[in-house]
């Protein structure tokens, strides 16, 4: 989910040359694909959105008051900033708050920033390993701090361990939607943009990597997501 954002299990800035079998077997299952792209937060595990939105219901704001904040000024706002470790976590919450009390709002940030750890999704985990056995992938993730493998919650690192590359926008310093993030990401796998498959829970985060030429699959209804995904590799992944 690029917030992805706000996968705050952040990743740490790891890549593995790709596997010598990729390009062989990928090549006879589907022509055009070459290689899939994840999101994190939102894809391969739960939405914070849903932890946002319980926090909004527990204090009595707005519906959507956290997507509000995140949608006013998006490149240059508190969390463009924390995801590219321009700030701070304290000076993120400074310059969240006061971007909330700007829209006449009062927001704890230190309980928007509780919400960024999801929980895993099974059936997404197995369609990332069935597709790391045939092509090169790689982890797309606007984080907010890089973190050590032995920090991670359990069985994240397992998953992690499955990419070819992993982009994280605290060590590259920029993020999603911003193109050279995705630009880093074929860079490292090799391969050209067109022969992407890309899955995000965010339309604003596909929008970029549609226009560069990426397949790309917004992840709403899991379920159907993998579905697209296995049209659009020709494997079967449930």
């Not at 006061?98 to 960024?116: F, P, T």
Request: glycine share 8%.
């Amino acid at each position: 989910m690029n917030w992805a954002l706000m996968a705050a299990e952040a990743i740490g800035a790891a890549a593995r040359p790709p596997r010598s079998s990729h390009a062989a077997i990928g090549s006879t299952i589907a022509a055009v694909i070459k290689a899939v792209l994840f999101d994190f937060g939102g894809v391969l595990t739960t939405s914070p959105f849903e932890a946002f939105a319980a926090y909004e219901v527990e204090v009595g704001l707005p519906p959507d008051t956290i997507r509000l904040i995140n949608s006013t000024n998006p490149d240059a706002n508190a969390w463009a900033a924390f995801e590219r470790r321009e700030v701070g976590t304290d000076e993120f919450c400074r310059l969240f708050e006061a971007e909330a009390a700007a829209l006449g709002l009062m927001v704890d940030a230190s309980r928007v920033l509780a919400g960024l750890h999801g929980d895993l999704r099974p059936g997404m985990v197995e369609a990332l390993r069935r597709c790391s056995e045939a092509f090169p992938t790689a982890l797309l993730t606007n984080n907010v701090e890089p973190m050590a493998d032995g920090e991670m919650r359990p069985g994240f690192a397992d998953v992690v361990a499955l990419f070819d590359v992993v982009v994280e926008s605290s060590v590259v310093g920029c993020r999603k939607p911003e193109q050279r993030f995705y630009e880093i990401a074929c860079e490292r796998l090799g391969v050209q943009a067109t022969g992407c498959v890309f899955l995000d829970d965010l339309g604003v985060n596909l929008k970029p990597a549609r226009t560069m030429g990426m397949t790309t699959i917004k992840v709403a209804d899991p379920a159907a997501a993998i579905g697209e995904l296995s049209a659009a590799v020709g494997l079967e992944l449930a």
